[in-house]
């Protein structure tokens, strides 16, 4: 071994010493109270659930997937074992929780640990909470001093006679350890003693100092008492379906214990099909010992997280505790009152009634599933509440999944907007059929089908119709933001659901590309290549070059689509469909005021949209835009105010802390400086604004990149418009306050890249990565 290794492993036992011990004796503290507990919910031996706690520690602990989960007799179980035991006898009990462990065994193997989180948590929550409710039932009978009926309905009917006999010690004594479970935890100085042990050790020294009749614990022998597996006799589909029943539900409550444990610690993350598989083998140890099944329990890794535990060496020592104290101190359990077990039980009963899952269940809208699953457990069975569980939440699944929404609204005279949203199959062409028959023959119509899924019957009755529509006059615009599934049954396209990409919303769409889809033009961009643009139609790019005002690019004729009135109208009416209901309440709240936190100035460039290159929404940028994104210098002549009034505005009045300049490749504006301005009298005015930008560009030596000329002067005047904001004495003033930041951008037209200035070198920004 190492010097390395020796290091580590006296960290390792140091971190045992200093956090697992001090863990493992919390939860031994609360583990011997609930197994006794637990079994004689049971109706197994007394010593069954010691020998489930022991092997729950010792194996699964050490075993297991989880670092903190602490596995040993569950109370989920005990309506199973009891009934089990009814049916077969102990011994048959034991047997059968060996080959349910076995079955585990084989599950862990096969990888198929995940599966059980599709398990509904309401019908989980509804199982504990049916099964707290029939422990909590039958217990109470035992505190009243009486005997548990055979049923939750039985135990109900009986409670009135149960109640009006007078079983005074019982009674005492249960009110006792009740009393105690409810105050011990709000008693600061006494938290470091489990309630459940404070609340057993009182009764029991109450009792036996008043002398009171009560029924004790019986644990004559210890371990030796408790006998090994006998094979059940009796139906085999019967018993098979008993080890399934075992398997299923103690693996699934130990995995969700277990994905649970993950949110308790900061250690690793559990390994569900190790843990599985751990439960299997502690569940073949456990049944041939003698003991109940074992479960990873939600209570005693709780604890054990609370209590600081940092590895498996936690719940492997809090399984030699109990064999410990059960192997030398066996005649002291002997003395707690059955009544005090019961009173526990009952409480623990209770417990299991949560009320926080309740509300969270609430949320989502599984409160069915719940009260189903609870109502079956108590008034039917566990088996059977469970299944009523596991339809209800299928068909709820199955009734969400087929959900679909048909909105039908007057958007003006003789114009209507139908809305469909969600999954269109068969199940919903009555109410699709329905709510189109509000549309008045011959009127136009906006159609928007927001779906995830159309099948065959909702296609044939919306494009039915559609058709009758058409015929009567109607004109109808259909169209299908996400995913194209009426377009695809109309051409024949075979569609899956998990392969249809969402389609983008397309307001960042130049008005030309959202319904007419045209090849990119040759000789754009790369040579020779094509981009395509989302669903809509493919890109169209002008090159690094090439300016504001049109012409031609690398002698190749820019394709100018016809743009005018229509163009923005059916703008603006897309607008005011899709965007204004989202950004409406936004707007209303910043209508009286607004509050930017950047002043952008950036170019007249019909390309470049701050929006976008910003991911920024309203409010956010104050911006200044105008040819060459040029900001004259204090007292330049020609004299101009119109962009100095800006900058005041926005420094001294909204109080902005930021000024960002942004050029962009190929601008007109620089290219008219360098190869002559055009003779237009206002604009050549304009540009005598950009020549310090090519007096610094004409002194300056080219990078060492490969733009040309133009790009290079385009990136120069960035650095030069933010000298130029300093010229201004207010803005100077606050920069050297350190109450003002100037930055510079550069956008790359071509490669749709942004670039940021850093020590007057531009670097791109880079992408956030993701997964």
């Known amino acids: 071994m190492t010097i390395r290794d020796g290091a580590t492993s006296l960290r390792n036992l140091k971190s045992v010493l200093q956090h697992d011990v001090p863990a493992s004796l919390v939860v031994f503290l609360v583990a011997v109270p609930l197994s006794l507990g637990i ?26 997937g989880s670092v903190v989960q602490v596995s040993g007799p569950a109370a989920g179980l005990s309506l199973v074992v009891a009934e089990l035991v009814h049916v077969y006898g102990w011994r048959a009990t034991c047997a059968i929780t060996v080959m349910a462990g076995l ?27 049916g099964v707290g409710v029939v422990i909590a039932l039958s217990q109470l009978h035992i505190v009243l001093g009486g005997s548990p009926q055979r049923s939750a309905l039985e135990n109900v009917l009986q409670l009135p006679a149960q109640i009006l006999d007078n079983h005074t010690h019982a009674v005492m004594i249960g009110v006792l350890t009740i009393g105690v479970l409810l105050v011990w935890g709000r008693l600061p100085r006494l938290r470091a003693v489990p309630a459940p042990l404070a609340a057993l050790m009182i009764a029991t020294l109450t009792a036996a100092v008043a002398g009171w009749d009560l029924t004790r614990v019986d644990l004559k022998g210890g371990f030796s008492s408790v006998e090994g597996p006998l094979m059940p006799r009796g139906d085999w589909h019967a018993i098979a379906g008993a080890v399934l029943l075992v398997a299923l539900l103690a693996g699934v409550e130990s995995l969700l214990t277990c994905v649970a444990s993950n949110r308790l610690h900061d250690g690793p993350r559990a390994d569900l099909d190790r843990e599985l598989t751990a439960q299997g083998v502690a569940n073949v140890v456990s049944g041939a010992l003698g003991g109940l099944p074992v ?109 679909v929404s048909v909105d039908v609204r007057q958007a003006g005279e003789r114009r209507w907007r139908v809305v469909v949203t969600g999954s269109l199959t068969f199940l919903g062409v009555p109410r699709l059929t329905e709510a189109l028959r509000a549309v008045p023959a011959g009127s136009a119509v906006e159609l928007d089908l927001h779906l995830d899924f159309m099948d065959n019957a909702a296609f044939e009755a919306l494009h039915a119709w559609r058709l009758e529509h058409e015929r009567t006059g109607g004109v109808i615009d ?84 016809p743009q005018g009135v229509p163009d923005l109208l059916e703008g603006m009416r897309e607008f005011q469909r899709r965007t204004a209901p989202m950004v409406r309440p936004l707007l209303h709240r910043m209508a009286r005021k607004q509050s930017p936190s950047h002043l952008f100035i950036t170019c007249a460039d019909s390309r470049i949209v701050p929006n976008i290159i910003t991911a920024s929404g309203p409010g956010d940028l104050f911006t200044l835009r105008n040819i060459g994104n040029l900001v004259p210098r204090a007292g330049a002549v020609p004299m101009d105010d119109s962009v100095a009034a800006t900058i005041e505005y926005a420094v001294q009045v909204l109080d902005v802390r930021t000024i960002t300049v942004c050029g962009h490749s190929g601008c007109g504006a620089m290219a008219a400086l360098l190869g002559g301005v055009p003779d237009l009298p206002a604009l050549r005015d304009w540009l005598r604004h950009g020549r310090q930008s090519l007096a610094r560009f004409v002194a300056a030596e080219p990078g060492d990149d490969d733009a040309g000329p133009l790009d290079r002067l385009c990136r120069v005047n960035v650095i030069q418009q933010l000298d130029n904001l300093r010229s201004h004495v207010f803005v100077d003033s606050l920069v050297r306050a350190g109450k003002l930041e100037l930055t510079g951008l550069y956008f790359d037209i071509g490669a749709a890249r942004v670039h940021v200035l850093e020590q007057e070198r531009f670097t791109p920004v880079p992408e956030l990565r993701t997964g």
């Open 39 to 64: 079994a004689v919910a049971s109706g197994a031996p007394v010593a069954a659930g010691l020998v489930a706690a022991v092997v729950g520690g010792v194996v699964a602990g050490a075993l297991g």
């Open 295 to 403: 479960a990873g329990v939600v209570v005693r890794t709780t604890t054990n997280a609370r209590a600081g535990a940092r590895s498996r060496w936690s719940a492997v020592l809090h399984g030699v505790w109990v064999l410990l104290f059960t192997a030398a101190f066996a005649w002291m359990i002997a003395l707690i009152p059955l009544e005090a077990l019961a009173a526990l039980l009952l409480f623990i009963g209770v417990q299991m009634v949560n009320l926080g899952h309740v509300r969270n269940l609430r949320n989502h809208r599984e409160m069915p599933v719940y009260f189903v699953t609870m109502g079956g457990v108590v008034f039917i069975g566990l088996a059977e509440g469970v299944a009523l569980g596991l339809a209800l939440a299928a068909l709820l699944a199955l009734r969400r999944l087929a959900w």
């Open 478 to 561: 259909v169209d299908e933001p996400h995913g194209e599934w009426y377009s695809a049954a109309i051409s024949g396209a075979r569609l899956f659901p998990a392969r249809i990409p969402p389609r983008h919303d397309r307001w960042w769409l130049p008005w030309a590309y959202r319904r007419h889809p045209r090849p990119m033009d040759a000789g754009a961009g790369d040579a020779g290549s094509q981009v395509a643009i989302g669903a809509a139609g493919d890109g169209d790019h002008d090159g690094e070059h090439g300016g504001e005002h049109g012409g031609e690019h690398g002698g190749v004729p820019v394709v100018r689509e």
């Open 103 to 129: 079955l585990q065994l084989v599950l862990g193997g096969l990888k198929v640990a995940r599966a059980a989180l599709g398990v509904s948590p309401a019908v989980v929550h509804g199982m504990l909470a």
